[in-house]
């Protein structure tokens, strides 16, 4: 079965310092991952995704991610957090063997972002 | 591009009242989705479309849940009759079928109280 893992419900950092979000992934096949950030009262909006090629991948608003094969995981970073990072951020992870079209979210991580 | 709408915004109702809640996904996507969001469950896939037809609706939690996409441009997901333990936040999304690096767009998703 398809899922990833947030092991962090909270991240609490101070704006400027670097931040990071963790997302680890359980997949049968190639995985596609993603990243997206919801402020309050909106809907997720998509930051990135790494699909193959390049473990470091770039998004929106400064944030990237890596990829890393041998742990599983697909931790979202920033090097200067901004107040207005505050926010749930959500890693999915796209059914590559089974169900194309489906995406399995983790629980999110609230990122609160300290002046 | 407006990208996916959602209405209404905010909807309250009392036990037993029918509920429909609106979604008009991006033009040019062929698939639609339908999330429910809680803090106890997370986001919930309840079911997709493709192409306006049903493709996988387990994650329906009940018969009082229905959906339907009578054309490319509207969607609705209806709660017949509704409950206390319905009240959630319901999302809709669209993507476009073809690219598996496609991201899933959201809308701002309809909050839903029944007292």
């Known amino acids: 079965a398809q899922s990833v893992a947030q092991p962090e419900d909270q991240v609490n950092v101070a704006e400027g310092n670097p931040l990071t979000v963790k997302c680890t992934y359980s997949v049968s096949g190639n995985p596609y991952l993603f990243w997206y950030v919801q402020y309050p009262n909106r809907g997720l909006q998509f930051l990135l995704k790494y699909i193959t090629g390049d473990n470091l991948v770039k998004g929106s608003y400064g944030f990237e991610a890596e990829f890393n094969k041998s742990q599983t995981s697909f931790h979202l970073k920033k090097p200067s957090a901004l107040v207005s990072d505050s926010a749930l951020y959500f890693c999915?992870?796209?059914?590559?063997?089974?169900?194309?079209?489906?995406?399995?979210f983790g629980s999110g991580t609230k990122l609160n972002v300290k002046p | 591009d407006a990208g996916v709408i959602q209405s209404p915004r905010h909807e309250v109702t009392e036990m037993g009242q029918e509920v429909t809640l609106r979604c008009k996904p991006i033009s040019g996507h062929d698939y639609l989705f339908w999330y429910r969001q809680t803090m106890m469950r997370g986001l919930e896939l309840l079911i997709y479309?493709?192409?306006?037809?049903?493709?996988?609706d387990s994650g329906m939690p009940e018969d009082r849940f229905s959906a339907k996409m009578p054309n490319a441009s509207f969607s609705t997901l209806k709660i017949q009759p509704s409950e206390p333990r319905d009240s959630a936040v319901y999302f809709c999304?669209?993507?476009?079928?073809?690219?598996?690096?496609?991201?899933?767009?959201f809308g701002n998703g309809t909050r839903l109280t029944v007292t």
């Open positions: 479309f493709n192409n306006n037809v049903p493709i996988d």
């Open positions: 999304a669209s993507s476009k079928e073809g690219d598996r690096g496609e991201p899933l767009h």
């Open positions: 999915a992870v796209r059914d590559f063997l089974y169900n194309f079209n489906k995406f399995y």
